[in-house]
């Protein structure tokens, strides 16, 4: 039973607009959430993270966003680059050791 | 700084056979990875190593899975013998094991054909 879903496939985006990844998560015990970038035939890179005491966390063109109690999470990338096109993970953990993850989202940033 | 290297990249081999993959982590790292994705599918945790000790395999499939880390150093994930649904992309991380939380660092991941 899958724990983490991403559920959109793909999305496209104009550069320099914004792109919005979804996360849905259903174990409540999850606590610390991360994001991963995954390009062809490389192994996934870490993003950013964010911990369940916090709702956002920030990190240069690239914000997440954590709803508790929708048990949701987000990223935003503003402004979109062509070089951000990627597959990106979302990922979430109890221990942080055992990391649960979604299917991917794989990102188009149209030039 | 040496990244996280798995060899082979790609293995085909027939049902029945046995493969043996290899994760060398990042250097100092006690804390190693085996995940696993199926086409399409999340990436799935199959088992942890603190340095040479298997600290959670509750993710392997089955018995034919078996993963060893002699020496705290490399690591072997063996398929003895493969079948059909064993195909996917298995991917090592590692991580140094300092913080709470540790951020993992994946190699580029073998990709199992199983025929």
């Known amino acids: 039973d899958q724990q983490v879903k991403q559920n959109s496939p793909s999305l496209s985006v104009q550069e320099g607009r914004i792109s919005i990844l979804n996360c849905d998560y259903t174990n409540s015990m999850f606590d610390y959430f991360l994001w991963y970038k995954k390009y062809p035939a490389e192994g996934p890179t870490f993003l950013i993270s964010?911990?369940?005491?916090?709702d956002k966390n920030e990190d240069g063109r690239f914000t997440v966003f954590l709803n508790k109690s929708a048990k949701h999470l987000s990223l935003h990338i503003v402004p979109s680059q062509p070089g951000d096109s990627a597959v990106y993970f979302c990922a979430a953990s109890p221990t942080g050791n055992q990391f649960y993850f979604g299917t991917g989202t794989s990102l188009t940033v149209i030039p | 700084e040496a990244g996280v290297t798995q060899f082979p990249s790609h293995s085909v081999i027939e049902k029945g056979q046995t493969v043996t993959l290899r994760c060398d982590p990042i250097s100092g790292h006690d804390n190693l990875y085996w995940y696993r994705r199926v086409m399409g599918k999340e990436i799935k945790f199959l088992l942890h190593f603190v340095k040479e000790s298997k600290q959670d395999e509750s993710g392997m499939p089955n018995n034919r899975f078996l993963a060893e880390r002699t020496g705290g150093t490399y690591s072997t994930l063996k398929v003895q013998p493969a079948e059909l649904e064993d195909s996917g992309v298995y991917f090592c991380?590692?991580?140094?094991?300092?913080?709470?939380?540790?951020?993992?660092?994946f190699g580029p991941g073998t990709r199992l054909t199983v025929l």
């Open positions: 964010i911990s369940s005491i916090k």
């Open positions: 991380a590692s991580s140094p094991g300092r913080k709470v939380y540790n951020e993992q660092f």
